[in-house]
């Protein structure tokens, strides 16, 4: 069965340092992917994805993300992080074969010290 | 501009109640998802919607559950004989496309069943 697995519960990171977070997944044909990130009392926001093409891919907010097939991986880095980027975040994979089945990773509560 | 609305956003019901959960999605999106979100999880798929059609509820956790989007535009999750268990995040999304989603989601609706 497809699965999306993001090790790290939580990560601090100082402002202006930079972030990586990682996402592993396991689906049996190309993978849509997706990145989103919720802050407290929001709705999921999309930050990035990728269908197809080049596998690194860029998004909103001066996050990017690269796709790598050998590694099942598709981790989300930004060069330097500001102090809003605390939230958590979410990789998601999609949809299962033969559904419209998005699945999501358990989440990475990602803190920003001053 | 309008983004994915839903009502209410909190609800308390007692155990044993029927509650109804509300999502306006964004006007001319074909797909709809809900999706329910435990505290300290990622979202898991409920159901999907192309337009009133009800494509996949292979997530629904029950028969208590039920969905229906009848002029394929809002969307209403109903509950009936809430547990316990019911009390989660539930969270609707909608996406222009037929076949991939980015999904837009709403603020979501907080669940207490006492």
């Known amino acids: 069965a497809q699965s999306v697995t993001q090790p790290d519960i939580h990560i601090t990171v100082s402002e202006g340092a930079s972030l990586e977070l990682r996402c592993n997944y396991s689906?049996?044909?190309?993978?849509?992917l997706f990145w989103y990130v919720q802050s407290p009392g929001q709705g999921l926001q999309l930050l990035l994805k990728y269908f197809s093409g080049d596998t690194l891919v860029q998004g909103i907010k001066g996050f990017e993300a690269e796709f790598k097939r050998s590694q099942s991986s598709f981790n989300l880095r930004k060069p330097s992080v500001h102090w809003s980027d605390a939230a958590e975040y979410f990789c998601a994979v999609g949809p299962d074969s033969g559904t419209y089945k998005y699945i999501f990773g358990t989440g990475t509560r990602l803190k920003v010290l001053a | 501009g309008a983004g994915v609305s839903q009502s209410p956003r909190y609800k308390v019901a007692k155990r044993g109640q029927d509650v109804a959960l509300r999502c306006d999605p964004i006007s001319g999106h074909v797909s709809l998802f809900w999706y329910q979100q435990a505290l300290g999880q990622g979202p898991e798929f409920l159901t999907y919607?192309?337009?009133?059609?009800?494509?996949?509820k292979s997530g629904l956790p029950s028969d208590r559950f039920f969905a229906e989007r009848p002029e394929g535009s809002v969307s209403t999750l109903k509950i009936q004989r809430t547990q316990q268990e019911d009390s989660a995040v539930y969270l609707c999304?909608?996406?222009?496309?037929?076949?991939?989603?980015?999904?837009?989601f709403g603020p979501g609706t907080r669940l207490t069943v006492t």
């Open positions: 919607f192309q337009n009133e059609a009800q494509l996949d």
């Open positions: 689906y049996g044909a190309t993978p849509y």
């Open positions: 999304a909608s996406s222009l496309g037929r076949e991939i989603h980015e999904q837009y």
